[in-house]
């Protein structure tokens, strides 16, 4: 099946710093999403892209859709304490819309 | 509106017992989900439901596992014959339909299997 790459599994940056964390797949997706998971809920979407070569901003937040459908960023920038929490990325095909397929998580801690 | 509510939030439950876990999607939403999440790992695809049609079951990881969706409003989610790799955080999301690209997901139950 398919499976996604995220890396860094983990970072941990002082406040004020920017953050990047990426998503590689074997597999080309028609749709790339960025979640974030703070402690005890459940993941709430940050950041959809829907075309290759797409950049969308959220925010601080800046996500990419690559051109090859195979990969995408996330881009933090200036750093705050709430931004602590577990991303993930996760992708879809379009024929099974409703399913996605999830990285394993980049878990992000911000030293004030 | 009330969010994705999931009962209990924590079950601790003995190697070879049943549980049922039990998801109450935003209503309205006709699309629900079930992920399963180990510690430090993504979630895990296990089954979703749109409407009346047939659940797409192709991530449930054996026949342990089952779920029902009554009424196309709740779920619940059943283990049975726990075993201690069961133990994970099951997650339940909806979306407003099978297309829509927003899922909404609840807090989650974590289940332990001593």
């Known amino acids: 099946g398919q499976q996604l790459n995220q890396s860094p599994q983990s970072m941990f940056i002082q406040e004020g710093e920017d953050v990047s964390m990426n998503c590689t797949s074997s597999?080309?997706?028609?749709?790339w999403l960025w979640y974030k998971q703070d402690p005890g809920e459940g993941p709430v979407l940050l950041i959809a892209l829907y075309k290759a070569g797409e950049l969308t901003s959220n925010g601080r937040l800046t996500a990419q859709f690559g051109i090859t459908r195979k990969d995408s960023f996330l881009n933090i920038s200036a750093s705050i304490p709430s931004d602590v929490g577990i991303y993930f990325c996760?992708?879809?095909?379009?024929?099974?819309?409703?399913?996605?397929?999830f990285g394993d998580g980049t878990t992000l801690t911000v030293k004030p | 509106g009330a969010g994705v509510s999931q009962s209990p939030s924590n079950k601790v439950t003995e190697k070879g017992k049943d549980v049922e876990l039990r998801c109450d999607p935003i209503s309205g939403h006709t699309a629900l989900y079930w992920y399963r999440q180990s510690l430090g790992q993504g979630l895990e695809f296990l089954i979703y439901?749109?409407?009346?049609?047939?659940?797409?079951k192709s991530g449930l990881p054996s026949d342990r596992f089952s779920a029902e969706r009554t009424g196309g409003s709740v779920s619940t989610l059943t283990i049975q014959r726990t075993q201690q790799e069961d133990s994970a955080v099951y997650l339940c999301?909806?979306?407003?339909?099978?297309?829509?690209?927003?899922?909404?997901f609840g807090p989650g139950t974590r289940l332990t299997v001593t």
């Open positions: 597999s080309i997706f028609n749709t």
């Open positions: 439901f749109q409407g009346n049609s047939a659940p797409d």
């Open positions: 999301a909806s979306s407003r339909d099978y297309h829509a690209y927003e899922q909404y």
């Open positions: 996760a992708g879809r095909i379009n024929t099974n819309a409703g399913k996605s397929t």
